[in-house]
């Protein structure tokens, strides 16, 4: 799916971000307008493969609930800016891995949520040090994204919450990929 009325800054600063970042429709089921080449490397999905799907389609067979339910709650409340949470994902060969993934709204000058923004960074087996690596660069992907589309009248909604603790993020990862290792979904 593309946006044709999606302005050229912004298509121009996906493909190149070094963090994996994928664009949303902000109506109906939110298909993916855009995923990045850093969202195929940590995916295996290409922007051909995800015409007419969203990011549901890494959720596979698990039974995620409790970020299941984060994820729906802010798409379903215009007020919320973002949200921030680890959640099992399934790459296109089946692997699974624990996505912590960041969203948040991309609104235009009336305050319309255009687009859903997200970032996914593999946390499974990550370190300490990546992940803070990456939450210095989602912080600056953020920061250089917002003056590129507001020149096309469209506002960065929400700022990065940092992770307080790395390590109990991983640590949470971990204890995901141990219970998906003892469930019957592999």
């Known amino acids: 799916m593309s946006d044709l009325n999606m302005p050229d800054e912004l298509r121009s600063f996906f493909e190149n971000s070094p963090v994996a970042l994928a664009l949303g429709a ?3 089921d939110n298909p993916l307008i855009m995923v990045n080449g850093r969202f195929g490397d940590l995916t295996g999905y290409s922007q051909k ?3 007419g799907h969203n990011c549901r389609i890494l959720q596979g067979p698990a039974q995620d609930h409790e970020p299941r339910a984060r994820l729906r709650a802010f798409l379903r409340d215009d007020a919320a800016t973002t949200v921030r949470t680890p ?3 399934f790459r296109k060969d089946g692997t699974p ?3 912590l993934l960041y969203m948040s709204r991309l609104r235009d000058l009336s305050g ?3 687009y859903i923004f997200a970032s996914q960074f593999d946390i499974s087996r990550a370190q300490p040090d990546r992940l803070r690596t990456y939450d210095s660069d989602l912080g600056q992907t953020l920061n250089r994204l917002s003056p590129v589309v507001a020149e096309s009248g469209i506002i960065v909604e929400g700022t990065l919450t940092t992770i ?3 390590a109990a993020a991983i640590a949470q990862a971990r ?3 141990a219970n998906l290792d003892n469930s019957s979904i592999l």
């Open 26 to 28: 902000a109506e109906g």
């Open 49 to 51: 493969d995800l015409a």
């Open 87 to 89: 959640i099992l994902n």
């Open 97 to 99: 891995f624990v996505n």
């Open 112 to 114: 319309r949520t255009r």
């Open 164 to 166: 307080a603790n790395s």
């Open 175 to 177: 204890m995901i990929l």
